[in-house]
């Protein structure tokens, strides 16, 4: 009687909710029901598949979603090019989604995807104008997800990675700060990293963080323990 909703709910005599989020058992089931049903596996079919070759040492970093503002793809696209130099070529990244090259915001993430595919080829992909289809066997395959989102009042697709075993790199908003738990707190759940500013410096400063405990394999395995 008191919600500001009351005269919505008093329409419905038998309301019902859905909690948000993804249904771990029957992914984990379709995971496994796939051929490259490994991290590593996984991994090396995408480095054939996007870079033509194979190499598990090399960082992978990747994001799925929609190319747009709320979803902060311009940091991705900002950073690549001083993170792919800074390590001489030795990372990867994946940016799979699509973009609408009517909105400015769309066109300015296109632009500097030409230019990183252009150069940057063997360590970078994105096709902005079709549908990423292979978001599923990249949760997996990914080392890290990358969820730079300006704002997120829930978030899915951190579930989706964390399903598969994946750390999550994002921004400390909304639910992304409340389910991803950043390696330096020292929790036993830890199973991702956070940055405090939506700014180029503050998520390169994170994803360092992040590559320098994917060199440690004993801590990069224990990251990737929790929620599984």
């Known amino acids: 009687n008191g919600s500001a909703l009351a005269s919505l709910l008093r329409r419905c005599p038998q309301p019902f909710s859905s909690p948000n989020g993804v249904f771990v058992f029957e992914k984990r089931i379709k995971y496994a029901s796939l051929p490259t049903h490994t991290h590593n596996t996984a991994k090396l079919y995408v480095q054939r598949k996007y870079f033509g070759m194979e190499n598990l040492s090399i960082p992978l970093l990747v994001f799925v979603g929609r190319i747009t503002e709320q979803k902060g793809v311009h940091l991705i696209c900002e950073i690549a090019e001083e993170l792919i130099v800074s390590r001489n070529r030795n ?22 995807i030409q230019h990183l595919r252009t150069y940057y080829g063997d360590c970078f992909w994105a096709n902005p ?25 829930c978030g899915i697709v951190q579930d989706e990675f964390f399903v598969a075993g994946t750390p999550v790199i994002a921004f400390s908003t909304g639910g992304l700060k409340e389910t991803v738990h950043d390696w330096a707190s020292g929790a036993a759940d830890v199973n991702g990293f956070l940055f405090l500013q939506h ?10 963080r ?19």
Do not use: W
């Open 210 to 228: 992040a590559l320098a405990v994917f060199a440690n394999k004993n801590d990069y395995e224990r990251l990737r323990e929790f929620p599984k």
């Open 91 to 112: 990372i990867q990244i994946i940016l799979g989604g699509i973009a609408n090259e009517n909105d400015p915001y769309g066109r300015y993430c296109m632009n500097k």
């Open 129 to 153: 104008y079709e549908f990423f289809t292979d978001g599923f066997v990249c949760n997996l395959a990914a080392d890290f997800g990358l969820m730079p989102s300006l704002f997120e009042p």
């Open 199 to 208: 700014s180029y410096r503050d998520f390169m400063n994170t994803i360092q």
